[in-house]
């Protein structure tokens, strides 16, 4: 019910934006976030942002190069990828939760829709 989209190769120093739709739930009622996990490495948080959408937190790895939005009206998620390094390179998946901290602090998430990959090459 959380189709991400958007993924694919990118040069580092590109561009790329994700997004995410939602089918299932009342989406205004859920903080929406992202996450990554990269091959061999546990899955992180990257970023989040609150129902109304006024307020947002970044993982430190990407603050000031992504941003996360949402429209609540068309129950969607983005995430706009800027400035993109190798490190970057993982599967990014979308996430809905009720709290923010469930993802800020405990990198977990009620809802999880499937992934997209991301590949930035040097």
């Known amino acids: 019910q959380l189709q991400a989209s958007g993924g694919g190769l990118v040069q580092s120093g590109g561009s790329l934006r994700l997004s995410c739709a939602d089918s299932?739930?009342?989406?205004?009622?859920?903080?929406m976030g992202w996450f990554r996990q990269a091959p061999g490495k546990e899955r992180e948080f990257v970023a989040v942002?609150?129902?109304?959408?006024?307020?947002?937190y970044y993982a430190e790895s990407v603050q000031g190069r992504f941003t996360i939005s949402r429209d609540n009206a068309k129950k969607m998620v983005d995430l706009q990828m800027n400035s993109l390094k190798p490190e970057d390179t993982a599967v990014y998946y979308c996430?809905?939760?009720?709290?923010?901290?469930?993802?800020?602090?405990?990198?977990?998430?009620?809802?999880w829709g499937r992934g997209t990959q991301v590949t930035v090459s040097s």
């Open positions: 299932g739930r009342t989406f205004s009622g859920y903080v």
């Open positions: 942002i609150s129902r109304s959408g006024d307020s947002t």
């Open positions: 996430a809905a939760d009720a709290y923010v901290g469930t993802m800020t602090q405990q990198a977990r998430a009620r809802y």
